[in-house]
């Protein structure tokens, strides 16, 4: 990675397991960066931010993991914009690593402001967003996924002020084939890590929350049912209201994965009765909004179209996803036989 010319490499979901061996293989050289405090083994092994003089300036790199288990989603962001504020003070160009998604990276520009990082770059996002997004002072650059593309940005460093981007393009790389061949190898312990992380989440939660009984009766299903009656049996023919199933057979049960197949362990970080049975359900694609907006009891909104499916069905996660045909799959416009409305 020296070779590369890598300054900094952010936390994501296998570092913990592998940040021993990574910084023994690499000590005090590319230092791990994470925006918030952690209280894991990688609190010893990296730093908040890596801050690195260029052409006169301080260039500041820090990154945003997923929200951890039992945090929640807007707790998590509005921790995350207040450090990344304190750490702009620091620098004269903060840059983000985030795995956040397309969706999270927006929300937290948004929180963040004229005080959050000058740039984010996303996960897996380049199938959605192909050129630079701008919210407020922050550029969101586009990325590409399993190391099939790689972004290329340019900044200028003007005599006064702060540097800034001027050019961003997004280009194949060098591998064989549409997508690059999987290593056996990194396949097997990729596999090896979740196995470890479900038996480790597992051990933390009520096991009859594994068992097929456990995935009914409970979450926005019941809030919703007695006057959605339609939509709700529709959904329960969807791979929406299997999603947490999907996980437990095949062996991805744990937080990293909760966040789009639970919409309550979303919204909550907690793996219970209600984030079991409700899978991704109503509010996952209609969010709760004020009483002025909606005339529905608990408050939920139309769907906001491609934007609600985005932040889960990345490239990555879903290579295959079309907008208009996994609609098909999960639309409930219609009346089933023999379900009043």
Not at 12 to 23: F, T
Not at 295 to 317: D, I
Request: hydrophobic fraction near 40%.
């Amino acid at each position: 990675m020296g070779a590369d010319l890598y300054d900094a490499v952010g936390v994501g979901a296998l570092d913990l397991q592998y940040a021993r061996e990574y910084a023994q293989a690499a000590p005090g050289q590319i230092p791990l960066v994470r925006a918030l405090p952690r209280d894991d083994a990688l609190a010893r092994l990296s730093v908040d931010l890596r801050v690195k003089r260029l052409r006169g300036r301080d260039i500041g790199v820090t990154s945003l993991p997923p929200p951890p288990e039992g945090t929640g989603r807007e707790a998590y962001l509005d921790a995350a914009a207040r450090a990344l504020a304190e750490m702009r003070q620091r620098c004269d160009f903060l840059v983000l690593l985030s795995q956040l998604g397309l969706e999270g990276d927006l929300e937290l520009a948004r929180r963040c402001g004229s005080a959050g990082p000058h740039a984010i770059i996303g996960n897996m996002e380049a199938a959605t967003l192909r050129e630079p997004l701008h919210v407020g002072d922050t550029v969101l650059l586009p990325t590409g996924a399993g190391g099939t593309h790689v972004g290329i940005a340019e900044i200028v460093f003007p005599a006064w002020g702060r540097p800034r981007i001027e050019h961003v393009a997004v280009v194949p790389a060098k591998v064989e084939g549409p997508n690059r061949a999987a290593d056996p190898a990194i396949e097997d312990t990729i596999a090896r890590f979740y196995e470890s992380e479900q038996d480790a989440f597992v051990a933390r939660i009520d096991r009859r929350l594994l068992a097929a009984e456990m995935a009914e009766g409970a979450g926005d299903e019941q809030r919703c049912g007695s006057c959605h009656r339609h939509a709700v049996a529709t959904w329960r023919e969807t791979a929406h209201s299997r999603a947490v199933d999907t996980l437990i057979e095949r062996k991805r049960l744990v937080p990293e994965c909760l966040t789009c197949h639970s919409t309550r362990y979303a919204a909550t970080g907690r793996f219970d009765h209600a984030a079991r049975a409700g899978d991704v359900d109503c509010t996952g694609c209609h969010p709760v909004v004020s009483e002025k907006e909606s005339a529905c009891p608990e408050k939920a909104a139309r769907t906001r179209g491609v934007a609600s499916c985005a932040s889960c069905h990345t490239p990555a996660h879903s290579p295959g996803f079309n907008y208009t045909s996994y609609l098909s799959r999960v639309n409930h416009a219609w009346k089933p036989a023999g379900i009043p409305r």
